[in-house]
């Protein structure tokens, strides 16, 4: 039945039963305090009477029937029963003022009373104090009362507390829905402002007042959540754009070399160079899927390879051999300088990928009999794989964006070296696995130096 009401039901229902709660145990704890109190205040009150009236009985011992119980008259205490018994085989009663006779004494009760040493019996109706003394033989001196002064007082606080309660449990139901209301209604706005948000138009924010309560800090994360969907939606739309292009154009040159080839009958060779283009496209359809898969992927898809630890002098080498027939190609000098043997934990095949990208791009963008290096070495607290060109460079525009899917700085020769514009984000995004970081050192004309910084995570030997 909760489940369906709203949170400021809930709190306001909560709130009435707590209300309730607490009341009544307030109410309880002053009825009781109030009870002990007055019996203690009674009692009080019958120790005195009861000493006064054994001084009394004590100084006319030789006749015990001149002493008279007038207390209750000099204390001003009503109702006060008193009277005097004597202890033998069985109580005697000596003298007394009118003593109910529902008040019960019990004879062995009464010889077992300590002398000298006041005590107090409750019975149903009556508050009974005894003290015995002696007089020749053993006496008890009784002094009693009923109820009635503390029956009276408890029955007014209840009267009091029927009235008061409900009351304070009405106000305080009242100040609480007051409190739920203004607590709810920051969110409510929030909640009325977030429905005018949608993923057609996301760069809307909510209002904030800057007084840095928790409403204000739901508001500053829901607005970098809203920044952080923005800029994704936008990438994706870019994104689909770039990749529905991408696989268009080579889709329409496939699609023209064959309505050229149809349109009349053609020589051998003829058919063939159209299957030929026809494949290369084909090729770079391919390579763009591939391409994009893998960027599609999420990191700990990526990392369910096992890792293991590999050396960057070998991968580095691996790569420098596989490249040296495309440099040759290039009339380029391919040159590899290690220092060291360097140690990390990664994947072997993913960061040879990575470093084949950055030195195909070396060669392709280096100027002819020109020299590309690759280097390793050791930083204080990386491990470092560096490319170096003297190729054109790279302009300061152009590195702002080199790492965005389908980028190219130079779109005509990218193409005819078979390029998907994807290189360098797959370069970037396989650094990131291997938890580095990649930099970018550039000046047009000049040439390009290309940094891949680990984290040292093993001691090298």
Known sequence: MMTNLSIKRKLLIYNIFIQILILMLFSFS?????????????????????LDVADDIIEHKTDLHATNFDEEKEYKFKPLYIRLIKLDDTYKEVKSTY??????SNNNYLKNLILNRIDFEYQEHYIISRLKIEMN???VVEVATNFSTIDSTLENLIYILFFIVPVILVLSIIGGYFLIYKSFLPIER?????????????????????KNDEIDLLSYEINNLLQRLEISFEKISQFSSDASHELKTPLTIIRGEIEIALRKDRSQNEYKETLSNC?????????????LLFLAKNEHEVLEQNEEEIYLDEVSLEAYKEMQAFAKLKKIKLECQIKEPLQIKGHHKLLKIALKNILKNAITFSHENSIVTISNYKEENSNVICIEDTGIGISKEDQEKIFDKFYRTDKSRNKESGGTGLGMSIVEKIVKIHKGKIELESEENQGTKVFFRFLKEVDEY
């Open 30 to 50: 002053i009825y009781k305090t109030l009870e002990i109190s007055s019996k203690d205040k009674l009692e009080a009150t019958l120790k005195v009477i009861l």
């Open 99 to 104: 003593f109910p006779k529902d008040i019960i």
């Open 279 to 291: 494949l290369d496209e084909l090729i770079t359809i391919q390579q763009t899927i591939d391409d």
């Open 137 to 139: 033989d053993d006496y």
């Open 190 to 210: 929030l909640l009325q402002n977030l429905k005018n948000i949608n993923a057609s138009d996301l760069s809307k924010r909510l209002e904030s007042k800057n």
